[in-house]
């Protein structure tokens, strides 16, 4: 299993150090085949080291220029960072990146040989219309995306399940994933109000390879009780 920590806006340089430090003992207990990502902001990159992948959350598909705001190859080499998460729904809603965009920038992190979690899901208006309905919308966003590149996961994100606290269900899951799997057979993770109280009915549904976890994973003890329950 895949278990991956997207910490979005939260943490520093000094407390994901302590996260870190703290996660390292419950990594110790972990089942050896099970992998560790950690996503923490682009300030609190450093050279971390563990039982562990350390990503980068978001970067401008650049070596370096004249991108204010942005990170590129360049700081990421700083950190030997090799793994990104592209397509997120916050950024598609919230930074207004389009689908053309995020090709274009899942191509560059793909000729560059990054290891890319691709996410992808669906807004609730899009559940509603049934099952059909969210097939068609989540395979729109495989639009320009390499779905054979040798280092691709795919993340499952239902919109209305992130930071919600609800998740979606075991139905509607299970559907999902097995749909997916039809057409893209690479690792899937589901990622929605993933959490250790439920944890074990997600990652016991066939299709289910792991969670990108978002506020769940932001204390490593919570976080840990999720690998190692």
């Known amino acids: 299993m895949i278990y ?6 939260n943490h520093t340089r000094i407390s994901t150090n302590t996260y870190i430090r703290d996660l390292q003992i419950k990594l110790k207990d972990k089942n050896s085949e099970d992998k560790i990502y950690l996503f923490p902001p682009a300030t609190a990159l450093d050279h971390y080291s563990g039982d562990f992948t350390l990503g ?3 970067a401008y598909p650049t ?11 360049e700081q990421l080499k700083e950190f030997s960072i090799q793994t990104i998460l592209i397509g997120h ?3 598609r809603e919230y930074l207004g990146e389009s689908q053309e965009k995020i090709a274009k920038k899942f191509n560059f992190f793909k000729e560059n040989n990054f290891e ?3 996410c992808i899901g669906e807004p609730l208006e899009i559940r509603e219309q049934g099952n059909e309905a969210v097939l068609e919308y989540l395979l729109a966003q495989f639009d320009g995306i390499d779905i ?20 979606a269900t075991v139905e509607e899951i299970a ?28 990652i016991s549904i066939s299709g ?22």
């Open 4 to 9: 991956a920590a997207n910490f979005k806006t």
């Open 56 to 58: 980068v959350q978001n």
């Open 63 to 73: 070596q370096n220029g004249a991108y204010t705001g942005e990170i590129g190859l």
């Open 89 to 91: 729904s916050e950024r």
């Open 116 to 118: 890319i979690i691709y």
């Open 148 to 167: 054979n590149y040798k280092k691709l996961i795919i993340a499952y994100e239902p919109i209305w399940a992130i930071g919600t606290g609800r998740s």
């Open 175 to 202: 559907f999902t994933h097995t749909a997916l799997k039809q057409t893209v057979q690479k690792p899937l993770l589901y990622g929605g109000s993933a959490k250790p109280e439920n944890i074990q009915d997600i």
């Open 208 to 229: 289910v390879d792991g969670v990108l976890v978002g506020s769940a994973s932001l204390d490593a003890e919570r976080f840990s009780r999720m690998f190692l329950s």
